[in-house]
């Protein structure tokens, strides 16, 4: 394959992927604070409140990068209203076999403007997170 080949075949897929991101409206991303690694392996939920319930969307494992890039149902539009990302992190530290305060964390957050992208990253020890919206 020629250079000017690969170079195209990149764009192209470099477009694709950015399209497919761009089209969802929601993302994660999970980074160690011990280690300044990304946390791949690790399960994600997404819920939808409804009423006074929780109703489950989605779910996904993070990636490599530690990267959910989709995380609504795809071909479904995003409503207005409140949502629960939930990060399953007890699982990955069972799997490092180290003790974690936090087996579950839940983060809550509303939309309101529907035509946003909406990123949540959260930044992970055993004993203490934080998060905050990003774009």
Known sequence: ??????????????SLSAMAQAANP??????DLQSGQPT?????????KQGSDWKQLSSAVTNAQGRIAAMYPAETPMLTGDYRIV????????????????????????V?????????????????FSTYRGN
């Open 40 to 48: 791949a392996g690790v399960t994600v939920t997404l819920e939808q």
């Open 112 to 128: 309101e403007k529907t035509d946003q992208h909406y990123h949540i990253p959260l930044l992970l020890s055993p004993f203490g």
């Open 26 to 31: 929601l993302s994660v991303h999970i980074l």
């Open 87 to 110: 990060f399953k992190t007890g699982e990955h530290y069972a799997r490092l076999k180290q003790e974690t305060f936090f087996p579950e964390i839940p983060v809550q957050f509303h």
């Open 1 to 14: 394959m020629t250079i000017l080949k690969k170079i195209t075949a990149t764009l192209a897929f470099t």
